[in-house]
């Protein structure tokens, strides 16, 4: 299957979706704290897609090949869990650390995003590897424009992390988005410079790395969801949805309360 080029109408669509879905990770912020749990989390998220932003998660009931449908309206990932985590039961705890994946549907539009958060005080471990994991996913970014290959950016991101002695997830990497949820090309955050297929303007793609403070190893667990790593060293991980402009990119997957909103969204 092609990568699919984005007409400036189907951009403006997927613009409306990014910008909803981070609209939800603003909306969360507040009530991430010790005590609660990620199943209280997927509640108050999945009323807040369905009820105020009238649109569908869709991580609800998704089931690619060889999957059961997914439980929960959002992916939440803590301290060892790399990711798709299924909200739980269990209470965050002091010093734990915390990825919310959210992808909403909108128009027939994807928007995917997720972030980091600390719960209470981190270590300083847990810390620095959340800044270098946001780092990370920045660096390859910043790779994106026309001509470039997608394997510049998984490059970029892989030499960035391993210079901070972090190890990359590679079963797992970002990908093309629109109509569907995974779609053409895959977006591999490791990789060798002017490999994989090159970037074009209209392209819309998400880029998210996996970073692991221990080996790259991971394991899925027994329900068919969640990956960890082998070792139960901590994960961390940022996403958000890419366009390809016509000198260079735009971030998608922005609102009012970004962390990002410091930083130059677009170059365009």
């Known amino acids: 299957m092609a990568i699919s080029i984005k007409s400036k109408e189907e951009i403006e669509l997927m613009r409306d979706s990014g910008r909803l879905a981070s609209e939800v990770l603003d909306f969360i912020t507040p009530y991430v704290n010790p005590g609660t749990t990620t199943e209280e989390l997927d509640r108050l998220c999945h009323s807040y897609m369905v009820d105020v932003q009238k649109v569908i998660p869709a991580p609800l009931n998704y089931a690619p090949p060889g999957h ?19 909200p739980g039961p269990k209470r965050l705890k002091d010093g734990d650390i915390l990825n919310i994946d959210v992808t909403v549907i909108k128009n027939g539009y994807h928007g995917d995003t997720s972030r980091m958060f600390f719960i209470g005080k981190p270590s300083i471990a847990a810390k620095r590897l959340v800044s270098v994991a946001y780092e990370a996913m920045w660096e390859g970014i910043r790779v994106v424009k026309p001509g470039a290959f997608l394997g510049d950016v998984g490059h970029t991101i892989q030499r960035f992390a391993e210079k901070h002695n972090y190890s990359v997830v590679r079963e797992f990497c970002g990908h093309g988005i629109g109509k569907k949820f995974h779609e053409p090309p895959q977006v591999l955050h490791y990789g060798s410079i002017g490999t994989g297929a090159v970037l074009k303007e209209g392209m819309t793609f998400t880029i998210e790395p996996m970073i692991n403070l221990g080996k790259r190893d991971v394991k899925e667990m027994p329900d068919g969801w969640t990956i960890v790593t082998k070792d139960r060293s901590l994960s961390a991980q940022w996403e958000h949805t890419i366009l390809v402009t016509e000198n260079g990119y735009e971030v998608m997957t922005i609102s009012d309360h970004s962390p990002d909103n410091e930083k130059i969204i677009s170059k365009t």
């Not at 309206?73 to 990711?83: D, K």
């Open 68 to 86: 059961k449908p997914f439980p929960k309206s959002i992916c939440t990932s803590v301290n060892h869990q790399i990711c798709h985590g299924i």
